[in-house]
T-cell receptor
């Protein structure tokens, strides 16, 4: 399974765009990049998933370069409620849906 | 309904007690999971059930015993736990056991367990 590296923590202010980059140098051909968000004392929640280039949904955008060795989660105009831990996970498309969480990035949004 | 429910929300037990955690989903999902999460750490996979059969056990001690009575229900039976087993226990479900694009896991809010 591909190992991921993310910043341990980030700080931002309300209204700013936040970009969280995840490194996954040994990602496999069949792996999809998936991001989950976790608020304190809650279970993780799926945010976005992609294989390459750019994916956008109502919550975030995900940028994956051609070599797929990294990915960037972009949160536009964050609010205080975006304060959470964000996990980047490569998910193998052909096997059991086994989530192996890395350390994640603790995002703190300040007023 | 995209909800996974877990009961109880909180549980305090002694090392000689037997207790059970319960998880339910009514989304027709055929895969269900137990994770353990210690404070300030990421969730760690414990068990995977696929079509009501145990398919993955991540070398979890036998004092944790999972059970899947039907496709909507997942239990975790606890016996002779240690204080270091205190953690948030998360249940999740997904439509198919095999991963793939768009295949996501839905997590419940967890049961916070304290072993004294």
């Amino acid at each position: 399974l591909a190992k991921t590296t993310q910043p341990i923590s980030m700080d931002s202010y309300e209204g700013q765009e936040v970009n969280i980059t995840c490194s996954h140098n040994n990602i496999a051909t069949n792996d999809y990049i998936t991001w989950y968000q976790q608020f304190p004392s809650q279970g993780p929640r799926f945010i976005i998933q992609g294989y390459k280039t750019k994916v956008t949904n109502e919550v975030a955008s995900l940028f994956i370069p051609a070599d797929r060795k990294s990915s960037t989660l972009s949160l536009p105009r964050v609010s205080l409620s975006d304060t959470a831990v964000y996990y980047c996970l490569p998910i193998f498309s052909g096997g059991y849906n086994k989530l192996i969480f890395g350390a994640g990035t603790r995002l703190a949004v300040h007023p | 309904d995209t909800e996974v429910t877990q009961t109880p929300k909180h549980l305090v037990m002694g090392m000689t007690n037997k207790k059970s955690l319960k998880c339910e989903q009514h989304m027709g999902h055929r895969a269900m999971y137990w994770y353990k999460q210690k404070a300030k750490k990421p969730p760690e996979l414990m068990f995977v059930y696929s079509y009501e059969k145990l398919s993955i056990n991540e070398s979890v001690p036998s004092r944790f015993s999972p059970e899947c009575p039907n496709s909507s229900l997942l239990n975790l039976h606890l016996h002779a736990l240690q204080p270091e087993d205190s953690a948030l226990y998360l249940c999740a479900s997904s439509l198919n056991p095999a991963g793939g694009p768009g295949e996501t896991q839905y997590f419940g809010p967890g049961t916070r367990l304290l072993v004294l």
